[in-house]
């Protein structure tokens, strides 16, 4: 297959796109032993239709269950018999199937995992009894209240649209859904060109480049288009009752996308709001007022739109306070600039947040495919870390102005709460 190679940041970061559109990047990191191997396919749960909602998710699980040459026996001891471990993860834009190993078991990995990608049987058995696991997993989340409110967010957030479904899917779909609905969907998206596999570690690019062309067998092509994310109404609340103690809460406004120039000052003001045990609203709503265990701040960065988000726990009579509390201290950042040193701290915070993170190879892999995916491209830790410097207290008030318009905000809640307990809110 032809290769088009680019190489930066000293040659720790190389890629080679295949002939048939396949990406593989790689990060080498000389001062560790292990690999975080990771094949990402550029499809979740936004590019299912209704009837299709949580097949993605669905898929995921079944990979694991048996290929032509392993059952899910083998396939769940085949690397953690050598030490290592394997995984997966489904999100609203990608799936993505990933090993941990020493290098020397890299040809190992490889074989994994491009078994299960590329030759898993789904056998109708098989589907019967996985379809069960995933039933469970969405029961349990569903009685997760931290968990469900959520899901209850996206759908008050988006309506109906495939980005504010659940990545789960709905009990009644996964029951119901066909083995050949399943292939077909497989057989659409799991395609060369929507394919990176990324690698971050003590890893021979070259080597990791031979392996892929061995093993992997993808049709020719790029996965579905996914519906555009758009909301039914530009101010959305839904509120959820139950019996239970406490009530969850999520509110939001819009955010910024993945290839926003405005992306790290958004990460700059949720760590000033809600980012840690210093933020603003842990101070407010936990520390000086004690009306939440649970207080943070959140974004949802999507391709084409994001999500600013909050999120705390409480009690119905500090209901009020708090929603009162955490709107206020938003509405505060439209209003007030940061002090210098305010902002200071804040990007010692998140500098040191990302750098920290980056000494795990998993982080690495993880930042590594997510930038290929959306943005085409590789961007050094250093080159993070300068553009977060240069963010001003300027940037954060513009941003915070743009933002943060009450006209648009979404609020979800659960718990035993009425319409009348929130009549003030909004």
């Not at 933020?279 to 007022?289: A, G, N, Y």
């Not at 999120?311 to 950042?333: F, G, H, M, P, R």
Request: proline fraction near 2%.
């Amino acid at each position: 297959m032809a290769q088009r190679l680019s190489k930066s940041d000293s040659n720790l970061y190389r890629k080679t796109v295949l002939s048939n559109g396949l990406r593989v990047v790689t990060e080498k990191i000389p001062s560790v032993r292990s690999i975080t191997l990771g094949v990402w396919m550029d499809v979740g749960s936004r590019n299912e239709t209704k009837d299709e909602n949580g097949v993605s998710h669905l898929i995921e699980h079944m990979l694991f269950k048996g290929t032509k040459k392993r059952t899910s026996k083998q396939i769940a001891a085949s690397l953690e018999s050598i030490g290592g471990s394997i995984n997966a993860f489904t999100s609203k834009e990608q799936t993505c199937y990933l090993a941990r190993i020493l290098d020397e078991h890299l040809v190992e990995a490889v074989d994994v995992l491009a078994d299960i990608t590329c030759n898993a049987t789904l056998t109708p058995i098989n589907l019967k009894r996985e379809k069960k696991v995933v039933c469970e997993e969405i029961v349990e989340s569903f009685e997760t209240p931290s968990d469900r409110i959520h899901e209850i967010f996206a759908q008050t957030y988006w309506g109906d649209s495939s980005i504010g479904r659940p990545i789960l899917g709905e009990l009644d779909n996964i029951t119901a859904m066909p083995r050949a609905k399943i292939v077909k969907y497989i057989k659409n998206n799991y395609k060369s060109e929507s394919v990176v596999i990324a690698a971050s570690g003590s890893i021979s690019h070259n080597k990791l480049v031979k392996l892929v062309k061995e093993n992997f067998d993808f049709a020719n092509g790029k996965a579905s288009q996914f519906e555009q994310a758009t909301r039914e109404k530009e101010q959305s609340v839904q509120i959820t009752t139950n019996e239970n103690n406490q009530i969850h809460i999520c509110l939001g406004y819009p955010g910024v996308n993945y290839t926003s120039k405005d992306k790290l000052t958004a990460l700059a003001m949720h760590v000033s709001l809600g980012g840690g045990m210093s933020s603003t609203l842990f101070q407010k709503i936990r520390e000086e007022k004690g009306l939440a265990y649970t207080v943070f701040t959140y974004l949802d960065i999507y391709r084409d739109a994001g999500v600013f988000g909050a999120y705390l726990a409480t009690d119905k009579k500090n209901l009020q306070a708090a929603v009162d509390i955490s709107l206020k201290q938003i509405e505060n950042l439209k209003k007030k600039r940061l002090t210098e040193d305010a902002l200071d701290k804040v990007k010692a915070q998140l500098k040191g947040q990302l750098t920290l993170g980056m000494e795990s190879t998993s982080s690495r892999m993880n930042r590594l495919a997510r930038n290929e995916i959306m943005l085409g491209a590789y961007y050094p830790l250093k080159k993070t870390l300068k553009d977060i410097d240069k963010i001003t207290t300027s940037d954060i008030l513009a941003l915070s102005n743009s933002l943060f318009d009450r006209s648009k905000l979404a609020l979800a809640v659960l718990g035993p709460v009425g319409n009348d307990d929130l009549k003030n809110v909004i």
